[in-house]
């Protein structure tokens, strides 16, 4: 596998859907709706079959599982190239953002913050919209080496190591305590946190709309190291 490849499996470690299947190399996702992530067939390395088979696998998978068939593949490689030629199209219509671009950074400055092993009722409400998760909620956010970062009532992250990277997410502000400096807090505090847990190097996946994200996480040395985008059947 490539650098982007082998990239997309690590955080699809830190990223821990409900069921998970192989073919051959992709792996086959449900965790009841909650993400495109956890929702979706990562199509990196070799599916092991012709890839119009794969594509049936994917959508029986997907159809198993009431969910909606959808690939998650490298922008501009060879698998999108056969995605197209097999009539599939990107899905644009994803309220989420169908195209992604994953960057890498450094851990940061180290933080005083403290990083929680379990997540309390205000880091539900921020990062999920309700203190009462779903269980494919709280499975997805909670499973694995994971640490939650929280500031009262109106600042939370995500962090979870796999292998040797930090790949945060879920980070929220409240709008009322925006500008003031909670998100470079929140990241130090969670870089501090995957360091002494394993982590060599930070990975963050942004939606490329998300304009304010971009900014603020280039301010703290963030690069773009290849994108993805959702696939689905025309």
Known sequence: MNAAETLEIACTAAWDPLISESLGEWRLRWAGGFTGR??????????????????????????????????????????????????????????????????????????????????????????????????????????GKVGFGVLGDFAAVRGAVADD??????????????????????????????ARHGAARCVLQVSVTNAAALALYARLGFTEHHRYRYWIPA
């Open 38 to 143: 956890a929702n979706s067939a990562l199509a990196v390395g070799d599916p092991g079959v012709p890839i119009a088979a794969a594509l049936r696998r994917v959508c029986d998978f997907a159809h198993s599982h009431r969910i909606e068939p959808r690939v998650h593949a490298i922008k501009d490689g060879t698998t999108e190239d056969a995605l197209a030629a097999e009539g599939w199209i990107p899905d644009i219509e994803y309220a989420n953002g169908h195209e992604v671009t994953v960057l890498t950074g450094p851990l940061g400055d180290g933080d005083a913050t403290p990083v929680l092993d379990e997540p309390t009722p205000a880091w539900w409400e921020l990062t999920t919209g309700s203190a009462d998760p779903s269980p494919a909620q709280r499975h997805v956010l909670a499973t």
């Open 165 to 194: 990277i930090l790949l945060v997410g879920r980070l929220a502000v409240r709008p009322e305590h925006r500008r003031r400096g909670h998100a470079v807090t929140l990241m130090n505090a969670i870089g501090a946190w995957g």
